[in-house]
């Protein structure tokens, strides 16, 4: 056998195809299994554990040779908070390591290790689900009668404005200051769940709900109640239950690394609060505690923004309130009536940093215990831009935003300058063209750094209230768009619809009031072709094993073509997306998940209906992919 083939069929994951049990418990036995194709010149297998802190090689047993493919077992006992493992394969002139990162031929660091989590609660139900994140003032008004009022109150100097047109276009922020109110409300979603379930969602993401002043409501005024405009407590729990009802779970939105100066607790203005309230007018207050305060009344603010001033996490007290007691806030919320699934945290990543004042990796085990003692199936999910692999590691988040190992270099991909680092101008005008290989390597170096159990829960995303939307951008092809919502949903983790996007909503990319236009409701939503798309695309994602457990193996990185494989022993699916300006021909080896997928005949048309120019030759798939164009292939 050619030995190129061979190395590439190496494979093993922390999914139930190769570990025997992927969440064990302190104490458990569990078999570790590797694959590869048969080749008469490997001697020996052996996993390489560590345990009590010592490597020790352990010779695996071949237990099966079938369909091409030779498969080895080893049994281990756990005992330490992660199993730690590699293999080293041997062959008459060389040892092979094998690990996250790949093969090698010399001893692997452990930046990329395979890890087993022990005693990890994972969230099953994130695995392959589809979310739905809704921005609920701009999504759907089910009941007028809640709606602000023109002028009903002002904040920081500005009033209020309801908009009687739900169609027309969004203010700018140096006109509106997020006080432009379309009527968007629980109720709104409640009533749109049919449509949901035909799009084919699983989840909500629901961006803040708690009552505040703005359209936002990220400057929360009362952590403890659903804003009245939005329907109140008891349409959150009316909610919950019909949602749940239909199949579908609701993770909400909080920020509490800082509240708005009109919070009850700081209190700055009496906007809404008599001023004997809050910190700010009371330096006796027990909320006083809570912010950081100078002598002279001066507070410590978020990036310096005086209108959201930073928690204080040195307070026993706080941490209480915030997540500790039994009637605390993240606590509350996960309860009966309301029985939500999951929290996102905004600004996780600068929660409890403060300068001298360190508490992220002491604060985030805390909040996550007191959230699994709630509900072990809850999915904590954090907003964090970059690469946090520190907080991944089964013991503080779930998952992250991951604009990371998804939006920042899919759309990058795509031609666009990267979402982050174009904010700065002479980053912005610096023009570089993004290569298969960039792409494949950001997105396997993320995810090989993770425990698979981790892996699993990463929350992939396109667009969201925080960026512009991809297909708003009037240089992003359809065929481009097309391309990076098929990798959107086939990339390990779930996939998040920024609500909307299957409508092809309007807006500009100018500046965040663009990305937040209500939903085109007068339009025939279900006629586009995005919600085509989208709608068959979540269907393969819940239902196809290999979207769930599968595996995942980069196939083709060269030029501006990028393939990938996730696969089960039973089916495979490759996704093939191109960016390049011209015609390549590529090659999946088919052979290297069982002889099977290279003998069966070679399918005319994709999964979404696209047709194939393909041919199977000596167990490879050779595909033409025309400029641009994309494709997911079941085998």
Not at 43 to 53: E, H, I, M, R, Y
Not at 418 to 430: A, H, M, N
Not at 497 to 502: A, H, L, Q, R
Request: overall charge negative; some cysteine; glycine content about 6%.
């Amino acid at each position: 056998m050619n030995n190129d083939v061979w190395l590439k069929s190496i494979y093993s994951d922390g999914s139930k195809y190769f570990v025997s049990e992927p969440l064990p418990e302190t104490g458990d036995k569990i078999k570790i299994a590797i694959q590869m194709c048969e080749n008469p010149c490997v001697t020996a297998v052996f996993l390489q554990g560590k345990q009590n802190g010592v490597e020790r090689p352990l010779k695996m047993k071949r237990v099966s040779s079938e369909n091409g493919i030779v498969r080895y077992e080893a049994e281990v006992q756990v005992f330490e908070k992660e199993f730690r493992y590699f293999f080293l394969i041997a062959t008459p002139g060389c040892i092979y390591y094998y690990n996250e990162g790949g093969i090698t031929t010399h001893i692997p660091d452990e930046s990329r290790i395979f890890r087993l989590l022990v005693n990890f609660e994972q969230p099953e139900w994130v695995k392959n689900a589809v979310f739905y994140q809704i921005f609920p003032e701009r999504f759907c008004n089910g009941n007028p009668q809640n709606d602000v009022k023109d002028g009903e109150y002002s904040f920081d100097g500005f009033k209020c404005k309801k908009i009687a047109d739900w169609d027309s276009v969004p203010e700018p922020y140096e006109k509106a200051h997020c006080l432009d109110f379309y009527g968007g409300d629980l109720e709104g979603i409640k009533q749109k769940i049919p449509y949901l379930k035909k799009l084919g969602v699983t989840a909500i993401y629901l961006n803040p709900i708690f009552y505040a002043a703005t359209v936002h409501k990220y400057d929360c005024l009362d952590y403890f109640h659903v804003d009245p405009h939005f329907g109140g407590d008891e349409a959150l729990a009316e909610l919950t239950q019909e949602l749940h009802k239909n199949g579908i779970r609701i993770i909400l939105d909080v920020s509490i690394n800082h509240t708005g100066i009109a919070n009850r607790w700081f209190n700055r203005d009496g906007t809404f609060f008599p001023k004997t309230e809050g910190a700010f007018n009371n330096p006796e207050s027990p909320e006083r505690e809570f912010y950081f305060f100078g002598a002279d009344n001066s507070y410590k603010a978020w990036f310096d923004v005086p209108t959201l001033p930073t928690l204080n996490y040195t307070s026993q007290k706080l941490r209480g309130v915030i997540y500790k007691n039994p009637d605390s806030l993240v606590k509350k919320w996960l309860k009966a009536p309301y029985c939500t699934d999951g929290w996102r945290f905004d600004v996780a990543d600068t929660m409890a940093r403060n300068n001298e004042i360190q508490l992220h990796h002491t604060i985030w085990p805390e909040i996550r215990k007191s959230i699994k003692e709630e509900n072990k199936d809850a999915y904590i999910l954090a907003e964090d831009w970059s690469d946090c692999t520190e907080f991944l590691n089964g013991d503080e988040w779930d998952s992250q935003m991951n604009y990371y190992g998804s939006c920042r270099p899919v759309r990058q991909f795509y031609s666009q300058t990267d979402i982050f680092t174009g904010r700065e101008k002479e980053l912005r005008s610096v023009s570089y063209k993004m290569t298969a290989k960039d792409l494949s390597e950001q997105i396997t170096l993320f995810l090989s750094r993770l425990p698979f159990a981790v892996r699993q829960l990463q929350f992939n995303l396109l667009d969201s209230h925080d960026v512009p939307r991809l297909h708003n951008d009037r240089s992003i092809s359809k065929d481009s768009l097309r391309g990076a919502v098929t990798m959107l949903f086939t990339l390990p983790g779930c996939a998040s619809i920024y609500y909307g996007d299957e409508a092809e909503i309007d807006g500009t990319v100018e500046s965040m009031e663009g990305c937040r236009y209500p939903m085109p409701w007068n339009k025939d939503i279900e006629a586009t072709d995005s919600f085509k798309l989208y709608s068959a695309l979540s269907k393969i994602k819940t239902t196809e094993a290999a979207f769930k457990d599968g595996g995942f193996k980069v196939l083709w990185d060269n030029d501006y073509v990028f393939a990938f494989a996730r696969f089960t022993p039973e089916e495979v699916f490759v996704t093939v997306c191109s960016a390049d300006t011209s015609s390549r021909k590529i090659e999946i080896p088919a052979y290297i998940f069982g002889k099977s997928f290279a003998q069966k005949p070679v399918p005319e048309k994709d999964v979404l209906g696209a047709e194939l120019h393909s041919e199977m030759k000596d167990g490879v798939l050779l595909v033409e992919v025309p400029a641009g164009k994309s494709y997911l292939i079941k085998l």
